[in-house]
């Protein structure tokens, strides 16, 4: 990638108008650069229809884009400019790793430089983890990164998050890798039967029958990320094994890779008992989103835990964000429009409870306390 500078002219003033007070030369005077893009094919840096060069064009607002073949034409700020052209010298070494560029690769690469990181959106974003039938699981965001080193790094990790953060889909596949590298012996996969808000009644069928539905989204990502031929002989001799938590119970859970998801749904006790079935040579990955309890009564094991076991050497808490969505564009939005909500009624109940705390507090007419003597007449 060559770009070459040549600054734009600088416009006449018109009479009567006050003399230019600008430097020749500063930042905030447009500038025009091209790059030259090489080695890499341009649809899949610009995407399909141009998408991903309308997402730079979002991400910088004072910076116009032109393409022309392999060439670039960058006209804007000086800073702008620049940081359009790291930006893209980044996807470019994203791509040449094998990395396939998204509308999300391309805003949190933005993002991250602009953040001024010290880790480059190619070493972040180009990180695979496993590949499977053509496809390569990669963390797609910083906060993807972060929760993928962590599980490296720690015995025990808690991946809490809104929905579509990837918590599940991570942790499954730092699973299937484990057992590949033949650093775990099996694989188990769990979590709590409860149903979402809603009553589902009597289900026909034996105990697996009832249950599997419950577990359905385990089995989607796991026959996603190994052969389909391959998952039903490795459930069959035990490798991998799928489970309501209630079967955790009286267990020591010895060179397994354990992904315990939906754990907001777990109470306090079940909690407990989980983590202590950790047994030698063992990780878990705990998974879950503390803004959707289904528990009847709400007290979540995951949100106690939290202060519970905060600060203990091998355990890490790692907290993602609508930053960190990786679904549509909207579920991001969606995402932050319920937590501006939920702060806003949290906000009015706790004006409430302070005005019915004064309320209660402030003596009422003709109460004893009210009550000043009169003076007598003499």
Do not use: W
């Not at 070493?123 to 695979?128: F, I, P």
């Not at 034996?206 to 249950?211: A, C, G, H």
């Not at 409430?352 to 306390?369: K, L, N």
Request: aromatic share 6%.
């Amino acid at each position: 990638m060559l770009p070459s500078d040549s600054p734009v002219p600088e416009p006449q003033t018109p009479e009567r108008q006050a003399p230019d007070t600008q430097v020749p030369g500063s930042p905030a005077l447009p500038v025009v650069r091209k790059v030259f893009v090489d080695g890499v094919a341009m649809v899949r840096l610009l995407g399909p229809q141009d998408r991903f060069l309308s997402t730079i064009e979002k991400e910088y607002p004072a910076v116009t884009l032109h393409v022309r073949g392999n060439e670039v034409t960058l006209t804007g700020p000086v800073a702008g400019v620049d940081a359009v052209i790291r930006l893209i010298e980044e996807l470019e070494l994203l791509l040449r790793t094998g990395a396939d560029l998204g509308e999300a690769e391309v805003s949190t690469s933005a993002r991250m430089l602009g953040a001024d990181s010290s880790s480059s959106p190619s070493t972040v974003l180009g990180q695979a983890i496993l590949t499977s039938r053509g496809v390569t699981v990669r963390p797609k965001t910083l906060g993807q990164s972060n929760y993928v080193n962590a599980i490296d790094e720690n015995a025990i990790v808690f991946g809490i998050g809104p929905a579509g953060t990837g918590k599940t889909y991570l942790a499954m596949a730092k699973a299937v890798q484990a057992l590949q590298r033949k650093e775990v012996d099996r694989i188990i996969l769990t979590r709590p039967a409860v149903e979402a808000g809603e009553r589902l009644g009597f289900l026909p069928g034996s105990l697996t029958d009832k249950i599997d539905p419950y577990l359905r989204p385990l089995y989607d990502a796991l026959f996603e990320m190994m052969d389909p031929e391959l998952v039903p002989k490795l459930l069959a001799a035990g490798t991998i094994e799928v489970a309501p938590l209630a079967y955790m119970r009286g267990r020591t859970l010895n060179s397994a890779f354990i992904v315990l998801d939906e754990a907001q749904n777990t109470t306090p006790e079940q909690m407990k008992m989980f983590l202590t079935r950790l047994g030698f040579g063992s990780q878990m990955v705990v998974t879950g989103d503390i803004t959707q309890v289904d528990l009847p009564a709400g007290a979540s094991g995951l949100r106690l835990v939290t202060k519970v076991l905060d600060g203990i050497d091998d355990i890490e808490f790692v907290r993602l964000t609508s930053a960190d969505v990786v679904r549509h564009s909207l579920v991001g939005r969606i995402v932050d429009a319920y937590t501006e909500y939920d702060a806003q009624k949290q906000a009015q109940r706790y004006e409430s409870e302070q005005a019915r705390d004064f309320a209660s507090r402030a003596p009422h007419p003709g109460s004893p306390r009210d009550r000043t003597p009169k003076r007598r007449s003499s």
